[in-house]
Each structure stands twice: as C-alpha cells, then as structure tokens.
C-alpha cells in the first residue's frame, strides 16, 4: 500500500517513514526541504535498504499538490508532518505560519475529499492543552487559549479536520497530540537536525555536551514542583513513530469508531528539568554545564500524558526509558559532530 507522508524528512517524519517501510508499506514523501535536506534519504536507505519516492513539493503550491495526486491515484493514507513549528518565529511571523500550516491543511483534505475513502494522520500537540487542571492530561481535557500562533495552528487545524470529517463520510482522520519528542534512531543514521540554536531542551543538552554551547540555561527553578523546575512528558521519537503505524493501520483497517479521533502521545511520566540533566549525566558519563536562570515566558508547570486512550484503543504504549532516548541523543549528537 501506497502512503504519502508530507514533512518526511523532518525528525518525526523519518522515522515515521522508517517503520512503515518495516511494515511493508510503499512510502512517497514530500518535502520542501525548507528545514530537511535531501541527505536523510540516504539515512532512511541505511536502515531499511528501501529509497522511498521522493517529491520535492512546497504544498502551498497548489497546482503541484493536485498534480501530485493525479500522479500518485493510488494513494491509501497520508500523514501530515510538514509545518512550521518554531514557536517564537510563528510570534514574529504569524501569516507565514497560518499560510505554511493551515493552507496547506486545507488543500490536502480538498484532495484527500475527493477521494472514495481517504486515511489522513495529523501531528497535533499537547499545546492545545495549555497549562491544564488536572495531570495525567487525558483528551477530554479542554483546548485552553493558544499562547502562540504556533500553538493556534495546531489548535485550528484540528478543528479544520473535525468540521470536515464531520460532512466527509468518507474521510477518516486520526489526530496525534504528542507530548515531548526527543532521541534518534538507534542505528544514528537519522536524528534531530534542529537549525541554529535550539529552542527545545533535549538538543540543547547535547549540544552543550560535545561543546557546541558553552551552557544550557535552566529556566526558573521555583514553580511548583518538587525540585522547581518545570515537568514535561518526554517520549522518544521511534515510540512515536510506532504509534503513527499503529493509528494508520487503525483507519486503513475502518476500525475507527468515529471518522474523527484524537490520542495523546506520550509516556505518561513527568520528568523535571533537573531529572533530564540527572539522565544526559548518567548517560554520557559527564557532567553537563547548567545554571539557573529567570522563568521563560510562556513556559506552563507541567504537563504529562494520559496514554489509557492509545493504549487500550491503538494497542500502543511507549516502550523506552527516558536514559534508552536520552542515549540515542547522545549517540546521534557525537557522530554528526564528528
Ligand atoms: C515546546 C513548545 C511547544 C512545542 C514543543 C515541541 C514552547 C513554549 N513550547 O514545548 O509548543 O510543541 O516544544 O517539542 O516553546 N528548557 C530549559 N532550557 C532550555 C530549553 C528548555 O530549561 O534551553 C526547559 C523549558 O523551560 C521546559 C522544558 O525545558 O520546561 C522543555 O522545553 P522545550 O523542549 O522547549 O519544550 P516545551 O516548552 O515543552
């Protein structure tokens, strides 16, 4: 079976091409290589021996989105990475953010309407939740006002895809909130490739621990929390890509209850700030450079996964640690700084 995965050579996209090719799934991907390069092609070969088809597409561009499709007919399913997902630059350039991962979402699901029946994965995210009530964070939690246009992406495009599941029979669409992506595969021959300096905390640790940065800032340690630093559901990103197969095979199968369904992804395990230093130390086996600094706008307490939903309806459930994740990274970080 044929499946259009959009954004595949980002981080959770390649991995995600990576385990449906395990699958025995046929994988075109487009890519307008605006935050990939066409290198992770040549990782993806390494690990399974399969070149997926390749289509370098920018999917605002229309006309090609529907020669695209008159191209490829026998489309089975489609997961969606590509987007924007800087949050402070979706601050400075909110239409280059609404354009980039909202149009694009809408001449997709046109496409995909058309279709006698269509299979469609969105990445979506735990920002939709805010700074919730109540921990685990299950998905009957309320959307909480976005505190990004990043964030509002997110929220909207879910929203795009439950008005239209709701008149489209036959769409059949999965939404993927994940927690915090982190780790590469274990083969490194694919990883993070975060551009300039990492705003996320994972690279920004191992980068400071081959010396790229001189020091990770910890921002604020007196929230709440047991050690004060902030809490966050760390999830390594082959558990997610598994959990996108697993969703996929859900829809292709018509095993979905309703034509529009929303799973957490995570771990269900909240890890402080101190405890993922604790766990790049005991990894590499070196101490990491840190100090304290003020809170970071914006930042929320804590936020960790109900997983019942995705373990018990997609039969997925995390099977890393956060030290198994943590050494990926630290593998990938030294051998593409070699
Ligand atoms: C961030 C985004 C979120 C996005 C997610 C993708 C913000 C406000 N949120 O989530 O929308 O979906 O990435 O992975 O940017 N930290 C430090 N020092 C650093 C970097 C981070 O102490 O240099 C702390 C943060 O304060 C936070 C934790 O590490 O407590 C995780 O931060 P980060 O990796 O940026 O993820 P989120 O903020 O959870």
Redesign the pocket.
């Known amino acids: 079976m044929k499946i259009l995965v959009t954004g595949g050579l980002g981080f959770i996209g390649s991995h995600t091409v990576v385990e449906l090719q395990k699958k025995g799934f046929e994988v075109v991907i487009i890519d307008d290589c605006s935050n990939a390069s066409e290198n992770v092609l040549k990782g993806i070969t390494a690990i399974t021996g399969i070149t997926p088809h390749f289509e370098k597409i920018d999917l605002k561009e229309r006309e090609k989105v529907q020669s695209f499709f008159k191209k490829y007919k026998d489309i089975a399913g489609v997961i969606h990475f590509a987007a924007s997902?800087a949050?402070?630059e979706s601050v400075e350039k909110p239409l280059l953010y609404y354009e980039n991962n909202i149009g694009t979402l809408v001449y997709l699901l046109k496409e995909l309407s058309h279709q006698q029946r269509s299979c469609f994965i969105f990445s979506s995210?735990?920002?939709v939740y805010g700074q919730a009530d109540n921990m685990p964070i299950t998905e009957d939690a309320p959307v909480k006002p976005a505190?990004?246009p990043?964030?509002n992406t997110k929220q909207i495009g879910e929203e795009i895809i439950r008005d239209t599941c709701r008149v489209t029979p036959n769409l059949n669409a999965i939404a993927l909130r994940?927690f915090?992506?982190m780790g590469a595969h274990p083969s490194t021959e694919i990883g993070e490739l975060p551009i300039g300096v990492?705003?996320?905390?994972?690279p920004?640790i191992t980068q400071t621990g081959v010396g790229l940065r001189e020091q990770?800032?910890?921002?604020?340690d007196d929230y709440p929390t047991e050690d004060g630093?902030?809490?966050?559901d760390y999830i390594y990103v082959v558990d997610l890509a598994i959990a996108h197969v697993k969703a996929l095979q859900r829809l292709l199968k018509g095993e979905n209850t309703d034509n529009y369904e929303v799973f957490n992804l995570g771990t269900g395990k909240g890890s402080s700030?101190l405890e993922?230093i604790e766990s790049f130390e005991r990894v590499s086996g070196q101490k990491l450079n840190y100090k304290i600094v003020d809170?970071?706008p914006?930042?929320?307490v804590k936020?960790y996964a109900d997983t019942t939903r995705a373990n018990e309806v997609l039969g997925w459930k995390s099977q890393y640690t956060l030290d198994q994740a943590m050494k990926s990274a630290w593998d990938w970080e030294r051998k593409i700084r070699n």
């Open positions: 997902k949050v402070g995210s735990c920002t505190e990004s990043y964030g994940y915090n992506p990492p705003q996320n905390l994972v920004f990770l800032s910890v921002f604020g630093t902030c809490i966050r700030v993922v809170r970071r914006g930042d929320i936020a």
